[in-house]
């Protein structure tokens, strides 16, 4: 298959990366997450054509992974199976550790999609804008660097980009859940209808729909949310950190296996 072409029509999916692609803090109605992956297989379904068998699709990632944890064992998952699709978001999480150099990261991102493309066409995420968000503002310049090594790395190798940073919905402090760093289930919604966009599929929602006017929280309220958050997000989170281990040490892939959608 040409790597510079969407495929026309996409039967296979494998999603694979942290976080973001396993779908935290999207809630599924029988437990477990769903997120923007999930959401996106079921606009690439819903578009194949009349008496085609269902979407199979895949996700192996898990939240806290490294980009070299997705490289290393999730990459190669996408070798062997060899799907039509493949959408990598990774290197989130470097990022927010000291002293992380996004130029290595995007020689390691780069080396993980070459492999990919040989035979599967890839979608690739850029970072989200920060500036908005009071523990990653600092890093912005590091993510914008990222970003703009990230869409050099989708023109050299033919992949389709989502670029989440120019996303203005996702400025709204709406599209967020409680811990400020994974997207709310309304973000998750609009992130998935701009993937199908990217990749031609149809599917009905605007993903920079107006969100709806609402007053302005008082300055009290906002404090107290802030140490609200400070409390139960950030310390734990800092604690982590210390002691290098990560939310997802535990945590198995959701859907290991490619199976049908349906």
């Known amino acids: 298959m040409a790597t510079n072409d969407v495929p ?4 296979t999916y494998l999603a694979i990366g942290d976080s973001f692609s396993e779908g935290l803090n999207d809630r599924a109605p ?6 923007w992956a999930d959401r996106l297989a079921e606009h690439l379904d819903a578009a ?3 008496g085609a068998p269902p979407l199979r699709y895949g996700n192996t990632a898990v939240r806290g992974k490294l980009l070299g944890q997705i490289v290393r064992d999730q990459v190669p998952i996408a ?8 959408t990598i978001a990774g290197g989130g999480n470097d990022i927010l550790r000291p002293g992380a150099d996004p130029d290595a990261l995007a020689e390691l991102f780069e080396q993980g999609v070459r492999r990919m493309s040989r035979t599967s066409h890839v979608l690739l995420f ?12 600092l890093l912005r310049g590091k993510v914008a660097a990222y970003n703009m090594h990230l869409r050099a790395i989708a023109d050299r190798n033919g992949c389709s980009v989502v ?10 402090r709406r599209a967020w859940s409680e811990d400020r760093l994974h997207l709310a289930p309304e973000g998750h919604r609009r992130v998935a209808l701009r993937a199908a966009q990217v990749l031609g599929a149809k599917a009905d929602g605007d993903p920079e729909e107006p969100w709806p006017a609402q007053r302005p929280k008082p300055a009290g309220v906002r404090r107290r949310e802030n140490i609200d958050w400070a409390r139960t997000h950030l310390v734990p989170w800092i ?6 281990t990560s939310s997802g040490d535990t945590v198995l892939p959701k859907r290991p296996e490619m199976t049908p959608l349906r």
Request: charged share 30%; no cysteine; net charge neutral.
């Open 8 to 11: 026309v029509e996409i039967g």
């Open 30 to 35: 029988g437990g477990g997450f769903a997120g």
């Open 48 to 50: 194949r054509p009349d």
């Open 79 to 86: 070798e062997r199976f060899a799907p039509d699709l493949v």
């Open 126 to 137: 850029t970072g989200f804008d920060t500036r908005n968000s009071p523990l990653l503002n």
């Open 163 to 172: 670029d989440l940073w120019s996303m203005r919905a996702l400025h709204d």
């Open 239 to 244: 604690g982590r950190r210390l002691k290098g």
